[in-house]
């Protein structure tokens, strides 16, 4: 549990930096926790910070109503991370938008696709 107290303090802290270099420290079992501390988190920056440290753990069945969620965030002082974070999670609820740098590489893109996938599972943006 020393790795989840330490995942917590990161995703608080939003150490852009450091979350990425943890990333691959986070295994299957620490995933259940994160997504638990993901449901207490009031502000959408540090709910980013969380998705951007399990994003490796695509294939976890508890990390899709997450990613569903964060499609939903709005931040302007975070735009580049939210919008990172969104093709992230495109690419984890739905396998027809993996490539991800299609959405890093055309903004207009990202939109459109976050806009599709939250209409088809019923959910809108924020």
Excluded: C
Excluded at 7 to 16: A, G
Excluded at 25 to 41: A, I
Excluded at 90 to 118: C, H, I, K, N
Aim: proline share 6%; net charge neutral.
């Amino acid at each position: 549990m020393h790795e989840l107290a330490r995942f917590r303090s990161l995703v608080r802290s939003l150490s852009w930096v450091e979350i990425e270099f943890a990333r691959p420290d986070v295994r299957n079992e620490h995933v259940e926790g994160l997504v638990q501390l993901y449901w207490t988190l009031e502000d959408w920056p540090q709910r980013v910070a969380l998705v951007q440290l399990v994003q490796d753990r695509r294939t976890h069945p508890a990390l899709e109503p997450v990613m569903l969620d964060v499609l939903r965030a709005r931040s302007p002082r975070t735009r580049r991370n939210v919008e990172l974070t969104k093709a992230a999670a495109l690419r984890l609820t739905d396998s027809r938008y993996d490539p991800f740098m299609t959405f890093y590489e055309d903004r207009t893109a990202l939109p459109a696709a976050v806009r599709e996938v939250l209409a088809a599972r019923g959910s809108s943006e924020e």
